[in-house]
């Protein structure tokens, strides 16, 4: 079977990079074409770029040349790093034309038939596909990640939805790369806690519930906690750390809890995807774990790793979560959203079988 | 008027550098007598010590020849750098032959008849110290000063108890120099988040309710409210911040609240005091303020930032806040604290004017 | 006697910020306008910087109106912080009508007759400004201060001037702040050491040997000297830390060398002015020092620090040495230079008694 | 063919656990025997160890217990991560014993007949082994890894022994976990370089010119260049960048410099090796690299990236290298000494072919 040609939207920020670098060597998708700004249009991707991660570029990504962004191109399967407002019109514009976006903007996020997915969680709302297409006349689908900072909680309070979730309280201690490059002066970050990220709070308090939400009848049903939310940023370099208190109707017991989050799986076929994580949720019970830096890369990114449960004298539980940022909360969270369409039969005339080296 | 010679024990830590660093110059005390470990005793200071401090030891202290913690001592008062056992029966005995310590050891704070005190919030718990004569038969007397993680939290409550605080739920983002030097590996601050600093959530639940509660009749009355504290190391030098919701039986308004900040002051005289600073509490109004770095110094390191006051879903209103740990959370309280004995007629023979350049 | 009403280029800027910050309480000068780039000119200065110095800004200048650059103003004397661009074609205009113009712009710190001035170190090279007047028919002056990575090379070079220096090989350890703010993205500066800094090694080996040179018949000569300069940036906030190795002709011994240092002063009456640091260089003998941090504000940010003086196997002998780049490298020198000017007469109608508190 | 056993001595600390980690899923060894201090021995290594590295120590490693330093043990290839002290008797004794002892101490580097074996460089020297064997009568051998901080020095310079170097001038930037766990006191180390490591300069001045010596009649003729270190420490954590002058005889241009570095192999099979990077020194043209973060991993961090290739005006040409120091400048190292020295038929009963997955 051949791989499918995928593009990247906004390939040269930081997270349209994450997106092509945890492409290579993709078992089902191939990336074709780059898609940069006014800026970078016309030139050769190696050169256009301003590289930042840590590992180098894949060779074969650097002499695609960049298209515009409002170019023609011939990928059915689009990943979108662009900016919110650059999102806007475009994305839309190409689920209409019949092209799968699986985007990381927050554009749409909050769109009543876009799914934020994050497939474990909340994979039965991939089904809003299916209602976009109806109501929109879409032979295409747009499909949200969720934002980063909301990650650790949505993974670990999935698996406690059984147990009658009433109240969470989140405070963050986020990374630098969250901001993308440039993102934070070196002067704003070195030795300093910035307790401020604009637009984090609303979006970690409404996304959450969404995404908890279930789906019924052709919607999604918001969850009904109530969630609270402060949002800091620390230095490090990648890693969103949580500190979560939650209210619970129906208390397990902490070995309740932490049973729930060790065997939390998601739907089959998910946890055989080739993105998905041996395990999503795993639990540390070291007293100092989990850490923002020794942890962050669990499951290749792709795990969330929960530490220190124990009762909360206000509401029930009170626990620290990390997930990574850029990996997880971005491109590689779109890039599963992508391999659970692919297998669910929303990608036309691509349909892999699981676990099948392509 | 002379200057009092006073003692620190433990000078050779870094505590014990901030006592001596913020007693270079002041208009009251000067410090006469250091007190070490066996390692440092019968050496000089100046070749004893490793010193960690940014700026230099004042240069009259580095001569003085380190006497072991069991000497004997002409200082009546006492500054108290000990860790916890150490400080265990030395601080006692004392107490018990005449010295007024005034500690930053945590063995004693949850002892009853000894305040932990921090004078514009809970000054009139000094009286505590006519409990400790009479039943203790001391002429001498024990005050701890907070821990100080607690600090911005106690700080930013106590002007809010006239609106009735019934629950306060607080996550810190500590610095470094709490841990004290070694303290921290760098390998493991670097780009790190530590979500656990062993034992100090628990401090941070007790001593807060202490310091906030009321004296009557002998005694301090804890306050009643619940706390719930998370605490987490970040990798900043110093100043420890803390996102805190809080719930108030009364709500004064975001106004109401600001107000209370602003004109916190403590009983007279000890605005006067010579480490008091101008305004304990500081409101910032800017969306990103405070921030650890550019904050911490306010006041001379004996203000209280908060800022991003706004309303909690589920409690009542939520902020951030911000205090300088080894200075309003260590040493310059303890100096302060020794300050206001002073004018309030503790140290025998010793009681300056207030405003006095001595 | 009044204060003289000084201006601020390029007021906005994390130097301009240093200025406005160093010029608070200065016993001569008083800033009396601030002049910005478009985007800031007509608003309250207040509002219109982005102040990202740790201490707050003097609340004296944050009501003062950003004028345009292109605006008349009355200030005799003007400090300017303006990017090389911007300061090409003005600071030449202000001279000529009739401003003292003390720039850290590197525009024309090579152009023959403007003084690069570091007044421990080359006084007498002030005397240049005789030249611009005669041939430009200038009343004003043009006076630059030095790249802020030369300092401390050059302030510890310039007491072994006496020695024969033939062969200078420095490399930097350059703090973030060098680069201004937004400056060095934190994804960039964090855990990295980027050993290059765009036009610095030219700068360095160019202005060190103009520095380090005589006045002689209306010119300076040049230091004869080669220099081999390497610049690395590395994650530290502010100081320049220098390793140099140095070749010379008559070897006065370790103990020689430190005495030039020690007793390094300039001529009378440069130590006695309001910016001058009592000791220019200072020599630490302990192993370790000096440090980035510990030693970067000694003498207020004026001294520059040297330590670890040893043989070198392949030039005489090597040490290293630390300045602070945003006081001794930027705009503390242009003030010290000011002040300079003042008492040597340059300054029209404005000529202080040294010492004197006007 | 069966995996061989090997030991780590010194298997809880820092680059111990690098070892472990390294050798998880090597081809040829397998850790069969970990040797950790008195407060280690009798435990499980999961319990007596605290893992500092990012990566989770190899499960199957975890259950092995930890045997005292003076252990009888089987596994005839031992590596050790002792310190000095700990290795001075030790590390003979099970040289003579039969074992092949590959050491990161600094113990016995300079011993006459003990080679600092960096394969790609001097391969050759390993024949010193015969001459150990012959001399002391063992039947095991004692091989050395170089000093992390050589590493990248030596490496670069290897290639340009052709020619002729005779003077080198080295600076180094070096990380933090060059001083192992706990090490560099956070303290100490954030916001500041430390321009000093002890016995560093000593060690790096000696062991390069052994390292680059050739070996002829059975000993080592160290290189005759003069070479001059300065150290530094800066807050990074791992990656040992340096700046290096270099005088060379005969001036190959610097394509015939880029050219001889790119060539660079080591005699065959080395570059066969399962430890060998593809290739172990890799030019790189962008003027801003190499940088610490971003190319320390190179080629699984054995590789040594160079950049910034430029006449010296007082040498012949001066450039910046950079070398994991605690892969390939230790662990990684001392494992590819070993499956060197078990091609060329060391290693009694262990001979791999090349290439061969066992």
Request: net charge negative; glycine share 8%.
């Amino acid at each position: 079977m051949k791989k499918l040609d995928v593009a990247v939207l906004g390939a040269t920020g930081m997270v349209g990079q994450r997106f092509i670098k945890l492409l290579e060597n993709h078992p089902w998708f191939r990336v074709a074409e780059v898609i940069g700004s006014d800026r970078s249009a016309g030139r050769r991707y190696g050169d256009a770029v301003r590289w930042v991660l840590d590992e180098d570029a894949p060779s074969e990504v650097l002499d695609l040349e960049v298209k515009p962004l409002d170019a023609d191109f011939n990928s059915m399967l689009v990943f979108s790093a662009l900016p919110k407002e650059a999102a806007m019109p475009r994305e839309m514009e190409l689920a209409e034309a019949g092209h799968i976006v699986c985007t990381n903007a927050s554009a749409y996020r909050m769109t009543e038939d876009v799914p934020i997915l994050l497939p474990e969680v909340n994979g039965d709302q991939l089904a809003l596909v299916d209602e976009q297409r109806k109501k929109r006349g879409w032979s295409g689908a747009l499909v949200a990640n969720s934002n980063c900072t909301s990650v650790p909680g949505v993974m670990t309070l999935a698996p406690l939805r059984q147990f009658g979730i009433t109240k969470v309280l989140i405070t963050s201690q986020q990374a630098l790369s969250g901001a993308g490059h440039p993102g934070v002066p070196s002067l704003d970050a070195m030795d300093n806690v910035i307790p401020y990220v604009p637009g984090e709070e609303e979006k970690v308090e409404a996304e959450t519930l969404k995404m908890l939400g279930r789906y019924d009848g052709g919607a999604i049903l918001h969850h009904d906690a109530v969630v609270s939310a402060t949002c800091t940023r620390v230095p490090v370099i990648d890693g969103h750390m949580v500190s979560i208190s939650v209210q619970l109707d129906h208390d397990p017991g902490m070995d309740g809890i932490i049973e729930a989050w060790t065997n939390f799986r998601g739907v089959d076929p998910i946890s055989s995807l080739p993105s998905a994580p041996a395990q999503p949720v795993i639990y540390r019970s070291q007293p100092d774990r989990p850490q923002t830096r020794r942890d962050r890369m669990a499951g290749n990114g792709m795990s969330t790793t929960a530490g220190r449960l124990r009762r909360c004298p206000i509401l029930t539980y009170k626990y620290v979560a990390l997930s990574h940022n850029t990996i997880r909360g971005a491109a590689g969270c779109s890039i599963l959203n992508a391999e659970y369409m692919a297998v669910m039969g929303y990608i036309a005339e691509f349909q892999p079988a699981v676990g099948a080296a392509i």
